[in-house]
């Protein structure tokens, strides 16, 4: 443990020298640091918005196969799981892509790095959409959405 301290205070301090003798070297290892992150948040964000229910199309090819396979690893334990778990893995899907449009706008968007609350991040992004998800059902409960006869058939 001491040595790993140790390491650390001496990597520090080779920064803080580097960073006294070369202002242009710590300038540049700034900037590129910089681009990589914003170009990271800028992926996180593309691919949240493509799971997201934000992205009207998104369904078909993104979160409807990830739905049925996470439905289809969970009827391995019983078949009887394959409808609930996909239900489950669509609305996961979902929840996963507003935490990662969530998460790349704060990385594109902020100006200074400053320490991130995941916790607090993904509590947002899982209460936003919930409410969400309690919208459209109200939508569907007062018809205001039509849905379609078959998923109200009993056999």
């Known amino acids: 443990m001491e040595t790993t301290q140790k390491v650390s205070s001496e ?7 580097l960073n006294q003798q070369f202002p242009q070297v710590a300038q540049e290892k700034l900037k590129i640091q910089v681009i990589f992150k914003k170009l990271r948040g800028g992926f996180f ?9 934000l992205c009207w199309w998104n369904d078909l090819i ?6 049925y396979f996470f439905g289809y690893i969970c009827s391995l334990l019983s078949p009887d799981l394959l409808v609930p778990c996909s239900i489950v893995g669509y609305w996961l899907s979902n929840v996963a892509g507003i935490v990662l449009m969530q998460v790349g706008a704060v990385d594109v968007l902020q100006g200074q790095a400053k320490e991130r609350n995941l ?3 993904l509590m947002t992004g899982l209460l936003s959409s919930t409410a969400y998800t309690l919208v459209i059902m109200a ?5 205001i959405f039509d849905t379609p006869t078959f998923l109200f058939t009993r056999s």
Do not use: C, T
Not at 139 to 143: A, E, R, S, T, V
């Open 62 to 67: 993104f979160n409807l196969p990830v739905a």
């Open 119 to 121: 916790k607090k991040e």
């Open 139 to 143: 939508l569907i409960y007062f018809n």
């Open 11 to 17: 990597l520090n301090l080779e920064d803080q020298l």
């Open 45 to 53: 964000f593309v691919i949240g918005y493509l799971l997201s229910p």
